[in-house]
C-alpha cells in the first residue's frame, strides 16, 4: 500500500494533499490559525 502526502507551508496557510494508491487526491487548505491548524492535525 503506497500513499503519498505533500505539504506546502507559507506564512498564512498550510496546504494538504495525499494521494492514495489508486489514485484518489485529498487537497485541504488550512488557516495558520489555532483552530484550524487543530483540525490540520
Known sequence: MERYCGLD???DSVFMCIIDEFGF???HKFSTLTSD???FA
Open 9 to 11: 507551508v507559507h506564512k
Open 25 to 27: 487526491k485529498k487537497e
Open 37 to 39: 491548524l487543530l483540525l
